[in-house]
């Protein structure tokens, strides 16, 4: 009887560590002049790693990139700081967990995007990402085809 319960209580365990580390990935409210959706499936959250996982694609995030991000997420999104931060976390949270390429790695996300974004959202997503890439938007080939894979898929018919 003992094995059994020490299992269970193991299992609890596990559950819990993982709910705490892995998803964790923040519930942001709705507001006004923002769009999305305030799920787990946010597509802000999923457009933050996005923009992060462009902006690391050559290096490590630079204070220019982050602001530049979050900078995009308060004009473009309507997100006040406090929720773009939240957002950008989330979002380097959520792209660290993901594996392959650069346009592996944004086809993970454009799941949320795809669904609850209308066009015009769709086309500032790929404008937004476009000014986060800058040069390497043109220059870097993982960079420019993983942009032009994502532009693809989120700007057909």
Known sequence: MPVILAFIVLLL????????????VPRLPRTKRDWGAAGSN????A??????????EDGP???EQERRILS?????VGLGADLAQTCLTGGKRLARGLRGDLNSRLHQLVGPIEAKCSPEEKRDVV??????????????????????RVSSSLLRG
């Open 127 to 148: 404008d937004m990402l476009r000014q986060i890439a800058g040069p390497s938007a043109h220059r870097i080939g993982a960079v420019r085809d993983g942009l032009g």
């Open 47 to 56: 457009l933050a790693a996005m923009m992060y996982a462009v902006a690391t």
């Open 42 to 45: 946010d597509p802000r959250v």
């Open 61 to 63: 995030l630079t204070g």
């Open 72 to 76: 995009h997420l308060s004009s473009k």
């Open 13 to 24: 365990a596990l559950i819990v560590y993982y709910h705490f580390f892995y998803s964790r």
